[in-house]
């Protein structure tokens, strides 16, 4: 294959031109590159290197303006709007910077298609006055201060242009138009021959200077296209050649080079079809390991990313094999890890709340760049603090406190910026050089690091000059978006061979190059073309009738890159995402669609889906060793509750991890009071509100006389419970008020079946049972049972045993038919082990004397009342014997010894359930 460059050159060799005379312009920095290293190549003579220039330096070099960035145009064009704008229609740079972007983008294509701006702002003028009903006397204030603005268009145009120009500087359109104005002093004044090539699309500007310096005989211009594009006429990657060929008159009598015959040559072109971006990377290192096989340098293949968001998955999936490759774009700065440390920042600082809420004091704490920087790891210890003590909210002082030796380090990051720019930037240098300082103790380690920060420190003084210069950004709103836009064009440069090895390029960056094998990901419709994106104040009608850029010029553009990539390769991978996406969608893109029906190449097309592997889950399995039987000793010695033993039947993995190992759940911070804080803070108000009553027969009178303690005694336990956590506003308002409605009804149940005649007698309250002895004679040890009853008491001669729960409980979940379920099933049998075995340690330990009631008191469901354990003899019995007798315990001791024997069994494993 010989590329488009090689043949341009061999071209100029052929006419024995002197190269040291040339001046090469080309559409991209990056085709020049090409460009010489081709030259060096061919031409077998040492000369003077001649010129060779993007067609943005050219133009900057005809207008004497220098390009200025985006955000230093917002700040110039601001100044401009202040002097024209009365004070009191002002808006905010921070509100004036989100339409400016757009107007700026208008003026720049007004500018680069030397468009009349007079006549065009009028023309703007005249329809939104048809629009508004201008005529009308009583206009709304709104509608006069819009009619206002586009008024003052060709003001905005000519004050700025003007400033613009005195400090010799301007937008990419305003360069294109004092080019366009200097180009006959320019024509004058030069003997040096230009050579334009590899141009497609040619805005009025280019086009008049391109067409001035040919008929002069200072220039020529070598095309890259295909006879089938040209002579297609609906084609839209012959668009703008057509265009120029048919209308540029020096093509009257000259030759339009080249229109080549190169697409048609046979090629190997797949089309694959794969799942979301990541699939696409993932194929993309398969497709590139297969080539490295047969061509282990890659030197002669590109991969062109449709979406360069794609670039770092691309990376990690490029092969070990590929040794050799070089990355035409930049790393997004706004991708590194200290960007999220500057995004935290931010948004805790943008908030203007005082105190902070949890999450983003943690998320700042964590940071892999701060949490070093605390002394002697404090910074885990303030997150287990947090933690620890709901603190859902939090000071500067608060945290100060917490983090002990590292106040200096707190201020600087929690400090009040008082919504001030200045106290905000500086307050980001001196964490900037902190953070220096600190990796700089282990240098060759954080070079990475390092450069971060140095960039980061570019990019915060690049701010602090506009804002010195401008003195535009006021509060800290303003700030962070200035440092959203000039994050969001920022990139770390790749080392790399440019010219040898595996390329990796955008669209824009493979213009005029040529490869054998090209590799295209992300060609779906809103990438490749972009479709309709119409971010312009000025109408599609209006962009017609002045012969501005549409959606359709603009997706000819990317068809011509598209073809242009195809038209030497012998080997195309094309990919798309097959998954719709909710924003961009996922339909493939027009240009797969045109390649299979013209029918010009035989086209491989595959949907690709990824392996994978048929993992079953593998339940976990924990042998019981001689280790683990001798913690389960030590724990049957301390003593088996009824809780720990339904953990084991639940899961005995949760019994083993939790009792055996220790490992608890992580503790976080409670910002909604959880089920067992509601639990915990009912159970023992409940406590302190009988206890003075342990021993009597209660009455009515008696329990309403606590009915004015509950909100006193339900506040101090959640405050002991809940530690420093917020209980006056939100969700936990409403837990708060259902922990005082659950404790007032259960008196007002109370209170009613006192009414009724019942006569009720407080034996025990929150009663401990400890050290009760089972012996079971295939266990040559003594296994000790403990547990806490929530109340014992006496209704109507019979002893009740009462577990509190603050779930919903109801009858058929405190219920046995069939006794060997009861180890069975959790969900359905728990509450009636825990019940039978408070009862069963009482009678062991000669609290109690059979027969006796055992049952729930469910808050959810207290309708019901006292829920009695039953034992059925079937689904449908009706029995309502809820008398807990000696033959009742026996079966149920059988149960428990055959848990406890199961709990010691060394060959039967601690094996996980699939709950």
Known sequence: MTSFIQDVIDDLVTKEVNFSELVFILPSRRAGVFLRRTLSLTLNQTIFAPKIISIESFVEELSDLKTTTNTELLFEFYNVYIILTPEKERESFDT???????????FNEIDRYLIPQKKIFDYLKAIKNLEHWSLQEDQTELVSSYLKFWNKLN?????????????????????????????????????????FLGFNALNEAEEKIIQQLLHNKLATIYWDTDKQFMNNKIHDAGLFLRQHKNKWSYFNDHDFNWINDHY???????????????????????????????????KNTAVVLGDENLLIPVLNSVPESVSTLNITMGFPLKTIPLASLFEHIFTLHKKHANPFYYKDVISIISHQYIQPLFKNDNAINVIELINKNNLVYLTEAQISALAQ????????????????????????????????????????????????????????????RLNENYNHIKDIKGLYNIYKELLSSETLDFQGEPLQGLQIMGMLESRVLDFETIIISNVNEGILPSGKTNNSFIPFDVKLENKLPTYKEKDAVYTYHFYHLLQRAKNVYILYNTEIDTLIGGEKSRFINQLELEGTHQVTHKILTPKVPNHNKQLITVSKTESVISQIKNIANRGFSPSSLTSYVRNPIDFYYQKLLGISNLEEVEET?????????????????????????????????????????????FKEEYKEGDMTKGKNLIVFEIAKRYVLNFLNLEIEALKKGDSIKIIALEAKVENVKLNID????????????????HCNGVVRIIDYKTGKVDQSKVSVINWDDLLTDYNKYSKS??????????LKDKKINLPVEAGIISFKNLSAGFIPFIKKESSHDRNKDTLITQDTLNEFEIQLKNLIIEIFNTDQDFIEKEL
């Open 833 to 842: 082990f825990q019940v039978l075995m408070y009862v069963y340690m009482l």
């Open 155 to 195: 003001d905005y145009y000519n004050a700025f242009t003007t400033s613009l120009i005195s400090k010799n500087k301007g937008y990419q359109g305003l360069l294109y138009r004092e080019a366009f104005n200097n180009s006959n002093a320019y024509i004058s004044n030069t003997d040096k021959h230009h050579v």
């Open 673 to 717: 009071i959880a089920a067992n804080t509601l639990g915990t803070v009912v159970h023992n108000t409940l406590e302190s509100l009988y206890t003075p009553f342990i021993g009597q027969t209660i009455t009515v009178d008696n329990v309403k006389s606590l009915i004015p303690k509950i909100d006193t005694l339900i506040t101090s336990f």
């Open 405 to 464: 030796d590292n106040k200096a380090l707190v201020s600087l990051l929690f400090s009040n910026w008082n919504n001030d720019a200045k106290t905000a930037l500086n307050n980001c240098f001196k964490l900037i050089n902190i953070i220096k300082e600190h990796l700089t103790e282990n240098k060759d380690k954080n070079q990475l690091g390092l450069e971060y920060l140095f960039r980061f420190n570019i990019l915060f003084n690049e701010i602090l």
């Open 778 to 793: 295939t266990l040559p040890f003594t296994i000790q049972l403990r547990g806490t009853v929530d109340r014992i008491d």
């Open 96 to 106: 004036f910077s989100k339409w400016a972007q757009i107007i700026l983008q208008d």
């Open 264 to 298: 048609s040559s046979k090629k190997n072109i797949n089309i694959f079809g794969v799942p979301k971006n990541i699939g696409q990377a993932k194929a993309i290192g398969t497709i590139l390991q297969d080539l490295s096989k047969n061509d282990a340098s890659l």
